[in-house]
């Protein structure tokens, strides 16, 4: 059973200057004696007291201002940051996709790339391999695959780092906002194949702040808000709480033809 | 560590990747360093074999292998100080146990090794005749068998010189994470740990030098743990004679160090991403 169960958790980071960092302050701070508050690390708490439980299915929306935490949350759900108070419990294969720049070597080739994401996301190098070419398919990019990182455009980031979560099996997938860089027709494409992958197994946790890729792939959604969960409810709720408005008003009738029930997209559908 | 196990292929790939990329835009690739290494071995042996007036065909080799394991050791050290620091990225945006950082670097450092091996084979096809039979270093007041198949020993020397990187690169790692400090400080020592190593000058000048009186000064290379590693895997690739308490102190090593490197990474494992 696929879940992410997170109970009072905290995530604080400590902020080391020049002075904290070093030794000699440590040293000479015992020595000293007086050095009371003011010889202590300062604390940014990132996030404050989160309970959460997402269940297999569900599609989470991640909303809030820049800064509120969203980043630093799904690095939490990925398990990279254990919480410093409370605790999380992931159960499932965890595949994120944060920052598109990292986790690949621009002097590598697209195939070197595809098999190095992959072996960090827990695959083996013969289940990579097999899936090479779905990838390349997918990706469209071709001879492109062959060339250097360093040659590729954002968007063309984007599709590999998209092509290789997808075609793993991920049972829980954290997809940050910057994957917005992508072309309308490539994106139709991938919403395909993301509705897909959620339906299959596991869930799905999305940062980003464009109400209709939000309406496109979530049935839920959390607001942070300073670290903290502001709401928690369906996407409508609280995309509703959050913009002051109601989104789902404003919709094109093409877009709302689609999340109606009908996946069969026209050729521009992300528009 | 039974994940890091788990992620072998992950660790494997990343270290060849890593080498295959120094390959990627030179003609020689990580050659280069063995070039340079045996150029220096080479300079160095000539030079101290007439300053400590020892037979070229035998110090020079044995020159070149404390070199070739120094180099290893190095690499180790100072690169296992930086390797969560160097790795931020990785570990900020992928979920991967951190010992697999720690694995690749010294996977990549014993590629490197391998390298370096070149320069000992060349020496050992021009010096083989010398150092298959029995010889005498200058200041040892006994002979050296000469390589026989004590050269085995190299394995199992080399598979715990190894063992004993790991745990090094992950408990310097955690520290010089936390302690910027650290890095700089263990970079400036280690040139001096190079010269107080019995590796361009042989422990028989120091006994030479007092005339057997004043033993304590053996003590500078004892005391020396390096020494005992790089002995290890030195005298049988040299057929130097063999000594177990070199083995001894090494395996007390292994065991110190792993268990202090346990206590580090179940009490910090956690905070690295947060220090990074």
Request: glycine share 10%.
């Amino acid at each position: 059973m696929v879940s992410i169960e997170v109970w009072n958790a905290s995530v604080d980071f400590p902020i080391f200057d020049a002075k904290s960092r070093s030794l000699k302050k440590l040293a000479l701070g015992k020595v000293g004696g007086k050095i009371g508050s003011e010889g202590r690390v300062p604390i940014i708490e990132a996030l404050h007291d989160i309970t959460l439980s997402i269940k297999e299915g569900d599609r989470v929306g991640l909303v809030g201002h820049n800064g509120a935490g969203k980043s630093t949350l799904l690095r939490l759900l990925a398990g990279i940051y254990e919480p410093t108070r409370g605790s999380s419990r992931i159960t499932g294969k965890v595949a994120p996709v944060f920052d598109l720049g990292v986790g690949m070597d621009p002097e590598i080739s697209g195939y070197e790339n595809i098999m190095i994401r992959g072996l960090f996301l827990g695959m083996t190098r013969k289940q990579m391999e097999k899936r090479v070419d779905d990838i390349a398919e997918f990706t469209e990019l071709g001879d492109y695959l062959s060339m250097p990182l360093r040659t590729y455009s954002t968007g063309m980031r984007v599709r590999l780092a998209l092509g290789v979560v997808t075609s793993i099996d991920p049972e829980i997938l954290l997809l940050d906002e910057g994957i917005g860089a992508v072309d309308a027709a490539f994106m139709s494409k991938a919403r395909e194949r993301l509705k897909d992958l959620v339906k299959r197994s596991g869930l799905l946790v999305f940062a980003n702040h464009s109400d209709e890729t939000l309406i496109d792939f979530c049935d839920s959604a959390i607001w942070m808000d300073e670290g903290m969960v502001k709401q928690q409810g369906s996407l409508r709720e609280v995309l509703t709480a959050y913009k002051g408005q109601d989104p789902f008003k404003y919709l094109s009738p093409e877009t709302l033809a689609r999340i109606g029930g009908d996946p069969v997209l026209s050729t521009n559908g992300g528009d | 560590m039974r994940d890091a196990w788990q992620h072998r292929e992950l660790w494997g790939h990343l270290g060849w990747q890593d080498i295959k990329q120094r390959y990627r835009r030179s003609v020689i690739g990580p050659l280069w360093i063995t070039i340079s290494m045996g150029s220096t071995a080479l300079a160095l042996g000539l030079l101290y074999s007439t300053l400590f007036n020892q037979d070229i065909a035998t110090f020079l080799p044995y020159v070149t292998v404390g070199f070739v394991i120094w180099n290893f050791i190095l690499g180790v050290i100072t690169e296992g100080t930086d390797v969560f620091i160097a790795n931020e990225g990785l570990i900020k945006h992928l979920p991967a146990p951190m010992t697999v950082h720690v694995l690749r670097m010294v996977w990549r450092q014993l590629l490197f090794f391998a390298h370096n091996l070149a320069v000992y084979v060349i020496v050992l096809i021009v010096f083989f005749p010398a150092l298959t039979k029995p010889y005498h270093m200058e200041g040892d007041d006994f002979m050296h068998p000469g390589i026989t198949w004590t050269i085995l020993l190299v394995i199992p020397a080399m598979a715990l010189v190894v063992v004993n990187a790991v745990w090094v690169a992950l408990l310097f790692g955690i520290i010089s994470t936390r302690f910027r400090d650290i890095p700089p400080v263990i970079n400036s020592f280690i040139n001096l740990i190079f010269f107080m190593t019995p590796i361009v000058w042989h422990t028989g000048v120091l006994n030479k030098v007092t005339n057997g009186e004043g033993n304590w000064r053996i003590l500078i290379a004892e005391l020396n743990p390096l020494y005992h590693f790089v002995e290890i895997v030195r005298a049988p690739l040299i057929g130097h004679a063999q000594y177990w308490h070199h083995w001894v102190v090494v395996g007390a090593f292994t065991i110190g160090g792993w268990a202090l490197a346990f206590v580090a990474l179940r009490n910090y494992r956690a905070r690295v991403s947060y220090w990074v």
